[in-house]
T-cell receptor, first 115, second 114 residues
Framework: KAGVTQTPRYLIKTRGQQVTLSCSPISGHRSVSWYQQTPGQGLQFLFEYFSETQRNKGNFPGRFSGRQFSNSRSEMNVSTLELGDSALYLC??????????????FGQGTRLTVV | AQKITQTQPGMFVQEKEAVTLDCTYDTSDPSYGLFWYKQPSSGEMIFLIYQGSYDQQNATEGRYSLNFQKARKSANLVISASQLGDSAMYFCAMRAQGAQKLVFGQGTRLTINP
């Protein structure tokens, strides 16, 4: 069974540009969550999508957006990039059970550097 | 609001020794789950072990066990017989009932010395 796949693994962008990151969840998983990891703020929840609908959203500005397709693949977009957006972006997929013990499987992340 | 606190920024342990990584949490939800993840330098978060708030027994997964003390709101990870490959960042996380969102602690960097 294939794991969570995130592409690309590394990105370098210039301030003001926009970027799109992709996440393919484990087959059969319909929930995809995104997290931002920085040395200063640690791991922070961005948003979660389930069956093409955003179910939860973290405390990030509107420049951060996402979507999910009918095959459960998800993309997140960051517009008007700032230096502070440099981070490791992690995607996690889960089964559609909403219990507390639903394990989240993570991808290897996309490391975004904004220069 | 939920909060996870990991008070050990870094730990150094000799190979084959046991190690305990501390985690305390705060939540007003009656039902919640506690997770530990390992993050090697490659970046991927690897699930290690889970404990539910209503579980009576401590969770165990191979060399990993979770010392769950509900009254003290602590969920410490114990790694027995540490190996060089255990060197990594370790994160404690919590999820509330009905939510996919995981709340993470700041992590502990574990270094295993030969």
């Amino acid at each position: 069974k294939a794991g969570v796949t995130q592409t690309p693994r590394y990105l370098i962008k210039t301030r003001g540009q926009q970027v799109t990151l992709s996440c393919s969840p484990i087959s059969g998983h319909r929930s995809v969550s995104w997290y931002q990891q920085t040395p200063g703020q640690g791991l922070q929840f961005l948003f979660e999508y389930f069956s093409e609908t955003q179910r939860n959203k973290g405390n990030f500005p509107g420049r951060f957006s996402g979507r999910q397709f009918s095959n459960s693949r998800s993309e997140m977009n960051v517009s008007t990039l700032e230096l502070g957006d440099s981070a490791l972006y992690l995607c996690a997929s889960s089964s559609d059970r909403s219990g507390v013990n639903t394990e989240a499987f993570f991808g290897q992340g996309t490391r975004l550097t904004v220069v | 609001a939920q909060k996870i606190t990991q008070t050990q920024p870094g730990m150094f342990v000799q190979e084959k020794e046991a190690v305990t990584l501390d985690c305390t949490y705060d939540t007003s939800d009656p039902s919640y789950g506690l997770f530990w993840y390992k993050q090697p330098s490659s970046g991927e978060m690897i699930f290690l072990i889970y404990q539910g708030s209503y579980d009576q027994q401590n969770a165990t997964e191979g060399r990993y066990s979770l010392n769950f003390q509900k009254a003290r709101k602590s969920a410490n990870l114990v790694i027995s017989a540490s190996q060089l490959g255990d060197s990594a960042m370790y994160f404690c996380a919590m999820r509330a009932q009905g939510a996919q969102k995981l709340v993470f602690g700041q992590g502990t960097r574990l270094t295993i010395n030969p």
